[in-house]
């Protein structure tokens, strides 16, 4: 851990903020979210990764932090949301700790809830962008969260539960901030086809019942170097540099940095 990052250049970041978000618990949005904070470091972007699963929160978990301060402590008020980020050393991203194991943010106030967010708008106005890894379930802190967020990204798997949990986000998205941005990307696919596949089946459900779809940002192989980054607490960036899994997140980055396939601002 070393100091944060010393703050924002004026005019020169986005600070746009990313809610990773799933529905379905364990398709892997802490993983996701971590290595894509990774590979945007690594693309020259500024990135701040917001543990947001305020009911069990475990970035700090899968990246091997010890944290003395988290978001338990900006919340009670004992300090301000600047005073908890850390930097992972090795990734070179910062990071807000959740409060890990004690699910004692899941019954937040939503008072202190709009607190928290308004100090995390401000913040990011020092980052390119800030992710935010959300928790599983739709309770009303995690869907405040999603509306928040400037670009909902729903993380879906081959399961069908998950794919009925990423049409029920996308749906409660589109009553909570209707013509909201959002973007999907499927993760643990078997190949790109069947990831693929697994996209149209969720974008006509979208098409269908909702009125509108949001594109494919990309699909994640399933790939067993992920548990094994996850292991050994390490960045799978780091880990295994050129894995599968590792090489589509990286293409996701490129898609979101050169391609203008969308109408959404490049970051
Ligand atoms: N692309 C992948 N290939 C193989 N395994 C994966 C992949 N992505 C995630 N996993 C596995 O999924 C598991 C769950 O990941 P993770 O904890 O990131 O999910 P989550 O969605 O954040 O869960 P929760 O809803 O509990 O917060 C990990 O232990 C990891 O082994
Ligand atoms: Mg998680």
Not at 97 to 106: D, E, H, I, N, Q
Request: proline content about 5%.
């Amino acid at each position: 851990m070393t100091q944060p990052n010393p703050g924002s250049i004026p005019g020169s970041s986005s600070g746009r903020i990313i809610g990773i978000a799933s529905g379905k618990g364990g398709v892997g949005k802490t993983w996701f979210a971590i290595t894509l904070a990774h590979a945007l470091t690594r693309a020259g972007r500024r990135v701040l990764l917001f543990d947001a699963d305020l009911g069990l929160a475990n970035v700090d978990i899968q990246l091997g932090l010890t944290p003395k301060l988290d978001l338990g402590t900006v919340i009670a008020g004992r300090a301000t949301l600047r005073e908890v980020i850390l930097r992972h050393a090795g990734g070179d991203f910062d990071v807000v700790p959740g409060r890990s194991g004690s699910g004692a943010l899941s019954g937040i106030d939503p008072a202190a809830l709009e607190r928290m967010l308004a100090a995390l708008r401000a913040e990011a106005a020092g980052y390119d962008l800030v992710l935010l890894d959300l928790g599983a379930g739709l309770d009303r802190a995690v869907r405040r969260l999603a509306a928040f967020a400037d670009t909902l990204l729903v993380l879906v798997t081959e399961e069908p539960t998950s794919l009925t949990d990423a049409y029920a986000v996308l749906k409660l998205h589109g009553a909570d901030r209707p013509g909201g941005d959002a973007v999907v990307v499927v993760n643990q696919a078997t190949n790109r086809a069947s990831g693929e596949r697994t996209y149209a089946t969720l974008a006509r459900a979208c098409s269908s019942f909702l009125g509108r779809a949001p594109p494919l940002l990309g699909v994640v192989r399933r790939d067993e170097r992920v548990r094994d980054a996850i292991r050994h607490q390490t960045p799978l960036l780091m880990r295994h540099p050129n894995c599968p899994a590792a090489e589509d997140v990286e293409a996701i980055v490129s898609g979101l940095i050169e391609v203008s396939h969308t109408n959404r601002p490049k970051v």
